[in-house]
């Protein structure tokens, strides 16, 4: 049996209840192991910056590659139909495709629109063409023609904006007001000659030819033969009085009345078809 003495020797590796084990350094304890894992465990390799550059130029000169045979096609694309729309009465749509022909050289991309355009607005009786584009061959082209408002000169026409063209076909038209005048003179004319069915209307009256000489001076003849000097100046009060005029003492009269001069202050003078016959009313 073993003593007294040695029953109160510890005995190797067993610790005493109530006796704590000397601390180890934390420095000694995980020494070892942050060695192992450093040497353990590699860093992954960054790739390469410029590898991503050469990768970034390929992928753009693929799609410019792509971008331009798609163009250089389009540009030898021909233009595979023309369409014309619009009311056509003096223009064949046969004419106005054979107009544009000379501006399709260049394909359906680099066709000139802005010239078929000029070309179209350059023809007698139109007065206003569009061209488009419709993807992916044609030409669309509308076209407005000159509505004629009354004849200018022997082969003239003016437009409602007093605009004049030509054409050869005025034996058509011999039935519209004819306009004459000095040159320049049409659009301020074409005003006049509005304002003026404007004001006749109301008597049942119309106009069958209109004039303006060097001076400005205006002078209109009435279907029927009545003439009216009406001058340069209070054109709008001129008229005015003739209309109050004409109805209260001329309207029955009308038949025998060859000129009404309108160039008074106040009132009118009136000469009639019989020479001897001459009144100022």
Known sequence: MPSAADRLLPQPGRLRRGTRRPATPRAAQGKGATRRSASSVKEPRKPSVWWGRLLILTAVAIV???????????????????????????TQAEAVQDMVQASLSGGFVNADLQRMRSQLESLPWIYQATVRRRWPSALEIHVVEQLPIARWGERGFLNHEGLVFHSDKAGDWDSLPLLSGPEGAAPALMARYLRLVELLAPLNLSVAQLSVDERGQIEAQLAGGLRLVIGSDDFFERM????????????????????????????????????????GL
């Open 240 to 279: 005015q009085r003739f209309a109050m005029i004409y109805r209260s003492q001329l309207a029955t009269r009308v038949q025998e009345i060859e000129r009404v001069d309108l160039r008074y202050a106040t009132g009118v003078a009136v000469a009639f078809r019989d020479s001897s016959q001459v009144a």
């Open 64 to 90: 410019g590659g792509v971008a331009t045979r798609a163009y250089i096609a389009l540009e030898s694309l021909p233009v595979q139909r023309i369409s014309v729309t619009g009311e056509l009465e003096h």
